[in-house]
Each structure stands twice: as structure tokens, then as C-alpha cells.
């Protein structure tokens, strides 16, 4: 291969690799949607932290009202409904009894949607209860986390990587 070769497959190659890149992650933004949603479950941010308030030090339960006082039975009324346990794609560990996974009727994890937008993929809560959710737990429970983040470039990004070098004509 001469010179001039070399120097084509090298521009093609940094003419497209940031938008192959996003292209990769807006095709596969229900891949996104589902890694958060299974950190969330698991009762994890996207730094990889602990869901906080955990059930212990939630304001929610010092209102008035039928959970007033009773993080306990909650706690408890939550681990039937939601049982922790280890997620299947990530990897994570089970949630903690005392840590939230944010899931009582679905209806948060099934609002929650990815979608480009120009040079960044936006995770959105949704219009129902998720804005009122990420302002209580923080807007990092959106982001992929550490485990989603390996998931996504192993499954994903690197072979959208090989396959667009190839292209290139990168052999």
C-alpha cells in the first residue's frame, strides 16, 4: 500500500469516527435505556454509588400519611414486590434492603428514553414521575454507570469500531 493510501484511510478515518461513534450509541439507545434501568434496579447510580436517600433517612417517611414512620414495613413491603438480586446484563450485586431501586409499578423504567441529540445521547426520565425521581436522587442516576458503561463498548462500540475501520478500508 503507498503513501497516498495510507493518508485517504486515515482521513476517512478521522472524518467519521466521532459521528460512526454516535452513530453506534443512537442505534443502540434501548441498549442505554436498559443498562441504566438495571443499575437503577440494583439500586445504583451512574458514579456506581448507592441509591440516596436510602429507606432509613427518606424524609418521605417523617410526612404524614401511611407510611409516616413505617421505612420499616416499607422496607419490607418492598422487598416482596421487588426482591433484590444481582442483574443478569451488568453484572451488579443486589441491591442492598435498604436501597431503592426506584421500581414500584414500572411505569418510571418504562417512561425513560434515549435519543440523540447532535453530539450527545440524552437520557430522559420521562413526563410522569421521573422528573420529580431524578430530582430526588440526582440527575447521575440517568448516566451510565462504570459496569454499563464496559457492557456497552465491549457489545457495541468496539465492533462498530472494527467494522468502521474496515470500511475505511483499515485492514
Given at each position: 500500500?503507498?503513501?497516498?493510501?495510507?493518508?485517504?484511510?486515515?482521513?476517512?478515518?478521522a472524518?467519521?469516527?466521532?459521528?460512526?461513534?454516535?452513530?453506534?450509541?443512537?442505534?443502540?439507545?434501548?441498549?442505554?435505556?436498559?443498562?441504566?434501568?438495571?443499575?437503577?434496579?440494583s439500586?445504583?447510580?451512574?458514579?456506581?454509588?448507592?441509591?440516596?436517600?436510602?429507606?432509613?433517612?427518606?424524609p418521605?417517611?417523617?410526612?404524614?400519611?401511611?407510611?409516616?414512620?413505617?421505612?420499616?414495613a416499607?422496607?419490607?413491603?418492598?422487598?416482596?414486590i421487588?426482591?433484590?438480586?444481582?442483574?443478569?446484563?451488568?453484572?451488579?450485586?443486589?441491591?442492598?434492603?435498604?436501597?431503592?431501586?426506584?421500581?414500584?409499578?414500572?411505569?418510571?423504567?418504562?417512561?425513560?428514553?434515549?435519543?440523540?441529540?447532535?453530539?450527545?445521547?440524552?437520557?430522559?426520565?420521562?413526563?410522569?414521575?421521573?422528573?420529580?425521581?431524578?430530582?430526588?436522587?440526582?440527575?447521575?442516576?440517568l448516566?451510565?454507570?462504570?459496569?454499563?458503561?464496559?457492557?456497552?463498548?465491549?457489545?457495541?462500540?468496539?465492533?462498530?469500531?472494527?467494522?468502521?475501520?474496515?470500511?475505511?478500508?483499515?485492514?
Amino acid at each position: 500500500m503507498n503513501i497516498s493510501k495510507v493518508a485517504d484511510i486515515i482521513h476517512k478515518i478521522a472524518d467519521g469516527f466521532e459521528e460512526n461513534g454516535m452513530k453506534c450509541l443512537s442505534d443502540h439507545s434501548g441498549n442505554v435505556v436498559i443498562a441504566v434501568q438495571e443499575q437503577i434496579y440494583s439500586g445504583q447510580n451512574g458514579a456506581g454509588e448507592l441509591l440516596s436517600p436510602t429507606y432509613d433517612d427518606d424524609p418521605y417517611f417523617e410526612e404524614e400519611g401511611y407510611w409516616h414512620h413505617r421505612n420499616a414495613a416499607y422496607k419490607a413491603w418492598k422487598r416482596d414486590i421487588t426482591p433484590p438480586r444481582g442483574s443478569t446484563l451488568l453484572g451488579l450485586p443486589p441491591r442492598p434492603e435498604n436501597v431503592p431501586n426506584l421500581y414500584i409499578n414500572g411505569k418510571f423504567f418504562s417512561d425513560i428514553l434515549a435519543d440523540r441529540r447532535g453530539d450527545v445521547l440524552h437520557v430522559d426520565p420521562g413526563t410522569g414521575d421521573g422528573p420529580a425521581i431524578v430530582a430526588k436522587f440526582g440527575d447521575e442516576i440517568l448516566n451510565m454507570g462504570p459496569s454499563a458503561v464496559e457492557y456497552f463498548n465491549r457489545e457495541y462500540l468496539l465492533p462498530s469500531i472494527i467494522k468502521f475501520f474496515k470500511d475505511c478500508g483499515y485492514q
